[in-house]
Every structure is written in C-alpha cells, then in structure tokens.
C-alpha cells in the first residue's frame, strides 16, 4: 500500500476520498475552506445527534461541492470502553469498507497536528489490517486494486508523522502475515512449510535459523514434540531463530516461545467433529512469534531475541501417541499422557528447554493452550500468567497501548498437586477439570529453565475470529504481534 504524507491544505488534496476525523470538541482537522467548514459544521451537529443515540454511522457525501472530492466523515469517539485507539482505528476500517463498496482507492485522512503521530498510526493500523482480506483459496475474483493512503497534516507535524506511520506499517503488515500463516490450511501450512517460511523470514532479514527434523528430534531427545508429530503424514519440527542486533540497549536476551500446532484432532482422544475444523489455527502462538519476528527484521530494535517455535501435527493413526502412554523429558521428568488433546503442553516443554539451552534470561511464550482461557474471557482478552510482577506491568500496558487485550489470571500452587501422577513424574491433564489454563500453566511452570523470568500468554479465544472483530474480518487476527513489539519498546524506551 502506498502511504504518502500531505501537506497541503485539505481543500488540495487530491483523493477519491477524504476522510474527516471527528471527536466531541470538534474535528481533527480545521480548514480555512468556507465550503468545507460549512460541510464540517453541518456534520459535526449530526453526529451530536447520532451520538446521543449511540449508533454506528459512516457517510459518503459525493456532493459536497469540494473541488474533485468525495467528502467522507466520521465519527471517532465510541464510548469509553474501548481500549488506547481501538474506536478509531475501527473507524478507519469503517472508511476503507465504504471506499471499496464505492471502488474508490484513493483515500486522504486528514488528522490535526497537536495529536498527529499516535492518531496517524492508528489510523494506518485500522487501514492496513482492516483491509486485509484474504482471497488466496478463492478461485475468482483474487484481484483487488490497492488502496493508496494519504495522510494529511500540517507541515510541522509532517516528520514525527512519517516516523510513527513507517512504523506502524512494518508492524501491521508483520500482523498480516501472521493472519496468513493462520489461515493457510492444515495441508498446506504443514509443519515443515513452517519452518521453511521461517527460514526464509531469518534469511531476508539476516538471522540465525536452526530448524530440527523429526529425525532429529527424536535422536536428540525432544521426545515429547515427537511423540505429539508421529501419528500424522506431515512430521513435526522445532525451529529456532537467532535475531542478535548491532548493539542491545536492553541486558535481557529474550526468548519468544510459540505453539505451532498445525492441526490438532485431539489425537485419539478425537475433539467433536463439529468445531475440530477450528483447529486449523491452532498454531496461532507460532504465527505470533513469527510475525513478531517479522516486525523485528524490518524495524530492528536493540535488543537480543531468540524465537523457539514448536510445529506439529496431532493426528489420528495407528502410529500415534496413545492415552496412558509415559513420555521423558528433554529435562527429564516423566510425564504420562492421560490425553492426547493436552499437546500443545507437550510440546512447549521442548520450546521452554530450548529456551533454557539458549540462555534466555526473560521468557514470553504464545500459546493456544486451553479451551479454558476462551470460557473465562471470550474473545477480547488472552490470559496472562506470570508470576513476575514487572513482566504483568509491562505486558499490560503493552496490551492498553495497542488493543491486544490481555488479562492477568493467577499461577495457583495450590493447584500443583492435581498434576501428580502415581506412575510418573506428572500427568498431562489435571484429575480436577475445572480451571483447565491454570492446571496447563502449572504443567508448563516445570519445564521454565531456573532463574528465568517467564510469562505464558494463552490465546486460545483470540487467535481467530468466526465473525467480524473490531477492525479484523473473520479469521486469523495476527494477536500478540503489536503486543510483543510495543512491550519490547518500553522496555527499550525505559533501559535508554
Ligand atoms: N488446542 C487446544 C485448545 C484450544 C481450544 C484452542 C479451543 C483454541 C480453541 C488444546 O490443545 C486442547 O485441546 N486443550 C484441551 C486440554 C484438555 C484436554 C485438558 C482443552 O482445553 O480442552
Ligand atoms: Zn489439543
Ligand atoms: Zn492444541
């Protein structure tokens, strides 16, 4: 998409569209054009109206007597709930539906200097991923005129707006791949196509790539991931990714963790045939990471951060990991797997021992982990565990700042006893049902290396989307990319 930032005085902008931002004190862009700021004053006792009857409106005035413009306005302010941002950029996800019903591509936003920067990021976020459609399966109609973006502002404002709008392009369009990679289907996105994407992610970008093959894995000890791949045609793989920058700000080698899971029937304990379909996204965590990482290339923050991606598929076959069967460790515990649908745990024990391996000093992993997180919070919310105070601060202000909802649930260890097994080190499963994402955090809490700072982000209920999300058409949503690089620029921002 091309993005160019404007200058000139509203009335000179050339756009098929204009977009008019507007909150309650007036609008985000003030013209000295006597048409436009009668259109503007008519708009603005309108959206007194509609506001105070709390409905959605978007209007596409093709006559307002304005130069060549369309004139297209909108309000921006939608109650107080909404996270840092989120109104608007749904607004401007609002706009580009409008242009492309109209087939218009050409669309200017016009934002006040005084609040610039941030509004204009959020406004090339809401553009970038509210567009993103996904037409790679479809046999017709693929092919859609790109849109070009134009910003408007003052010339003061001009730089800090360039700045803020590269960046948010790098790290939407990193979030877009992420929604790719999570709607590619489970026969295409196997998990050896992952690691080849990988490999050629740490290429383009000059990283470290190891990527270990089943027979590897199985050689080497990674047991566990192994024993979750071998029932499938497609074989697992454990990817590592090694991104080192010119000179780190930040002390703290990081290491993003992801769950990969390609597909996952639930193995031979088979999930219900009528939502298994879903399970296409479970490798949401590892699309987190791979996104982040992509984000991470293009804008190259000073900081040390290592990637462990663990990729499989649970299948159904004569060769597949069978309840009650007991699996060792890398680290040596052993673990008996009342259920095979408890995999992705498996698996992030190897990613977690990695992480170790690889001397990470803070640990963030990205999971699709339970059924459990989505009933507690639904889709606007990913859990967050972590019993590091410092961490939960800056996660959670990393997910106010970007609209990643995340909320803290607690790592109990109370609850550490319902993991025990009489034959083995550990169950898989908690012999109590209930509170099912902290029983899996408690799993995973024994496979972090020693005196490593840990968080676990189970997404399991924002990975994906059935229906429209905000700004997001249905399906893969990218979750945790924008969150992972914000959170690494405060810390950066607090280090300098
Ligand atoms: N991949 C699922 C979790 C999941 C559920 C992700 C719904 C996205 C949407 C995971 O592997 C799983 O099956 N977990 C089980 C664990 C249970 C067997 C202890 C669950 O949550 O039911
Ligand atoms: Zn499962
Ligand atoms: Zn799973």
């Given at each position: 998409m091309k993005i160019t930032i404007e200058t000139k005085p509203l009335e000179q902008v050339k756009a098929d569209a204009l977009v008019v931002l507007h909150e309650e004190g007036g609008v985000l862009a003030q013209s000295e054009n006597e048409a436009l700021r009668h259109h503007f004053d008519n708009f603005s006792k309108d959206v007194a109206a509609k506001r105070s009857k709390r409905e959605w409106f978007c209007t596409l005035a093709k006559d307002s007597g304005v130069a060549t413009h369309h004139l297209l306005l909108d309000s921006v302010k939608f109650g107080d709930w909404a996270p840092h941002d989120e109104s608007l950029k749904i607004t401007a996800a609002r706009a580009v539906d409008l242009c492309r019903q109209h087939s218009l591509t050409k669309l200017a936003f016009a934002v006040h200097h005084t609040v610039a920067p941030t509004k204009a990021a959020a406004i090339v976020e809401g553009v970038i991923l509210g567009d993103f459609q996904d037409t790679r399966f479809k046999s017709s109609d693929r092919e859609r005129a790109a849109l070009e973006l134009k910003i408007v502002v003052s010339p003061d404002a001009a730089k800090d707006v360039r700045a803020a709008v590269d960046r948010a392009v790098a790290i939407s369009e990193a979030q877009n791949m992420a929604r790719e990679l999570l709607n590619a289907p489970n026969n295409v996105l196997t998990p050896e196509a992952m690691a080849d994407h990988a490999v050629a992610l740490a290429k383009r970008h000059g990283m470290k790539v190891t990527v270990l093959d089943e027979k590897q894995l199985r050689k080497q000890g990674y047991l566990p991931t192994w024993n979750v791949g071998r029932g499938s045609e497609y074989p697992p793989r454990i990817i590592v990714i090694r991104y080192t920058p010119k000179k780190a700000v930040l002390r703290e080698h990081l290491a993003l963790v992801g769950k990969g899971m390609t597909f996952d029937s639930g193995g031979l304990c088979i999930k219900p045939g009528d939502s298994m379909h879903r399970m296409n996204g479970d490798m949401g965590g590892a699309a987190a990471v791979l996104g982040a990482m992509e984000a991470i290339g293009r804008l190259r923050p000073p900081v040390r951060v290592t990637a462990v991606i663990g990729s499989a598929h649970n299948a159904v076959d004569g060769a597949a990991y069978h309840p009650g069967c007991i699996i060792t460790a890398k680290n040596g515990k052993t673990i008996y797997v009342e259920n095979t649908d408890a995999e992705g745990r498996l698996v992030l024990s190897d990613c977690l021992y990695i992480a170790g391996e690889e001397k990470a000093d803070v640990i963030w992993d990205f999971a699709t982990l339970t059924g459990s997180v989505s009933a507690a919070l639904g889709s606007a919310y990913a859990g967050l565990f972590t019993e590091d105070e410092a961490l939960r601060m800056v996660l959670l202000e990393a997910s106010q700042n970007t609209g990643d909802g995340l909320w803290p649930l607690p790592i109990t260890r109370e609850y550490e006893p319902s993991l025990k097994h009489h034959l083995a080190?550990?169950?898989?499963?908690?012999?109590?049902?209930?509170a099912g994402a902290i029983h899996a955090t408690n799993f995973l809490k024994s496979f972090v290396p020693k005196d490593t700072r840990w968080a676990h982000l189970d997404i399991a209920g924002v990975a994906q989307h059935d229906k429209r999300f905000r700004y997001l058409r249905p399906g893969g949503s990218g979750y945790g990319v924008r969150l992972t690089m914000e959170a690494i620029r405060l810390l950066v921002e607090r280090e300098s």
């Open positions: 080190d550990m169950n898989n499963i908690a012999g109590d049902r209930k």
